[in-house]
Every structure is written in C-alpha cells, then in structure tokens.
C-alpha cells in the first residue's frame, strides 16, 4: 500500500529504532541501512562501480528474490535502482514486503528510460492511479542512446533549478515510491488502460494521470520544499562525511575484529 512519494532516498520516513535493510545498495548504500544485501559480487553490470559498504554494517550475499531473514524482521527496507534489473518483479516484491513492514523504491520512470536507457535494465515503470505498473522493455518500440551521464550525474550538480526540478515532479525521470504493509504492483500488464501508458502517445489525459495539477500556489509550495531540502543536503555533505569502504577493505575490517 502506498504511502507518499519522497523526493529522494534522503527524504525518507525511518523511524530512530527501525532496523533497516537495503537491497542492492551497490556503490552508495545508504548510511541508514544496519544491513546490506548484494547478489552480485565479481561483476558491476548491474551497477555504476564496485561495491562500497560502511564498516558498522552487515553484509549479506544473497538474492533479493529470496533472503535468508525472517518475516517482518525488519521495519524498513530500502530498494535503489534495483528493481529495473530484476527477472520477476511481482516475486522480488512479495520478498520486500515479506521482511520488512515498510519501505521505500526507487526505479527510473518510463520517461527517464527513455531519455536515457540503459543496457542492463529490463523493466520500464510508471506509478498510475498508486499502483508501480512494470513493463517490458523489449515490447517497447524504440528507445533512445543513453544521456544519462549528461542529464543525470552531469547537470543537475550543475544546474541547481534543474536539480529542483527533478525533486518537484515525481516522475519527470525517477519513481519514487513509500509503501507500507505490501507492494501493489502490476507486471506487463494486457488492459488496456494501462498499455496505453506504455505504447501510445500520451493525451492530455495520460499526462494529466502521471503529473497531476497543480495550482500555483501549490508548485510554489513544493519548489520551495525542495530547495530547502536540497540546500539541507547540500550542507549535510559538507560537514558530515560519507566514507563507505570496498568490499575487500570491509572483510579485512571485519577479519580483524573477529581474530
């Protein structure tokens, strides 16, 4: 079920208690998560560079379709550009919503693949009426090169309106997705309704669905909220280090501390 759409994975409703787990947290996990799942090791196809962990965190080697932990046994789970990479993403899912209560996913948006795809992703995605509705790549037409680099990791650390931009619409490039108790979620679905998203050119309708109106009042509203919390993060990263280590750098730790 969901909750709300946060800005980012900074923005999050984690409690000072929660015991959190992330899913695949690659090359940036979050400093929140008091465990790590990654399945793969040896290669970064699926990422932007080798894995990094913070040396107080548990490390986990395991499939997101099926870990080692009990139901509900944590109250949070994050879930970054992951999801997009996935084989089943209905039995990924039930496994997120099967051990923690509550989470958080991350995944590019239909828009965002299409400006900028990338090889190692199967799924497009769209939130439409609270609902993720995945859809297969390959049943799209075309795609477009990838200028990810350029308008995701170039930009908006350039541009700080673009940066305010891409936090105001949910959607623009990024699904972002709270949820609570379990995922609702549709996979390559045959109604028509919702292929229409995926296969057609948008109508107003369509573009009405995804970005819902807002009043002036309201996108003044919501830009400033933004800006104020990219302005907090700003900061955040002057003054609070972020210094996760290597994989082999964190064994080496852990090594130590168990001799």
């Not at 793969?40 to 870990?67: C, K, L, T």
């Not at 308008?151 to 940066?163: E, G, I, K, W």
């Amino acid at each position: 079920m969901k909750e709300r759409n946060p800005m980012d994975r900074n923005d999050l409703n984690i409690n000072k208690r929660d015991r959190v787990l992330e899913v695949g947290s690659g090359q940036s996990p979050h400093p929140r998560a008091n465990v790590i799942v990654e399945k793969f090791i040896e290669s970064n196809y699926h990422r932007g560079g080798d894995i990094r962990i913070f040396p107080y965190q548990e490390f986990v080697n395991a499939d997101g379709e099926n870990m080692p932990f009990k139901d509900k046994e944590f109250d949070y789970l994050i879930c970054n550009q992951v999801l997009e990479h996935v084989e089943d993403p209905m039995l990924f899912t039930n496994e997120l919503s099967r051990v923690a209560s509550r989470g958080y996913i991350e995944l590019p948006s239909f828009i965002g693949e299409s400006l900028f795809p990338k090889e190692s992703h199967k799924w497009v995605c769209l939130e439409i009426d609270k609902k993720l509705v995945l859809y297969d790549k390959k049943r799209i037409p075309s795609l477009y090169p990838d200028l990810g680099k350029t308008f995701l990791n170039f930009l908006p650390y350039q541009s700080f309106a673009l940066h305010i931009f891409y936090l105001s619409y949910h959607q623009a490039h990024t699904v972002r997705y709270e949820w609570k108790d379990n995922i609702d979620i549709i996979v390559n679905p045959e109604d028509p309704y919702y292929k229409s998203f995926f296969e057609y050119t948008w109508s107003d309708k369509i573009s009405r669905t995804i970005f819902p109106y807002r009043s002036k009042s309201q996108d003044i509203k919501i830009s400033i909220q933004a800006f104020i919390h990219l302005v907090i993060e700003k900061i955040k990263r002057k003054f609070i280090p972020y210094n996760p280590v290597s994989l082999e750098k964190y064994m080496e730790i852990h090594k130590k501390n168990n001799d």
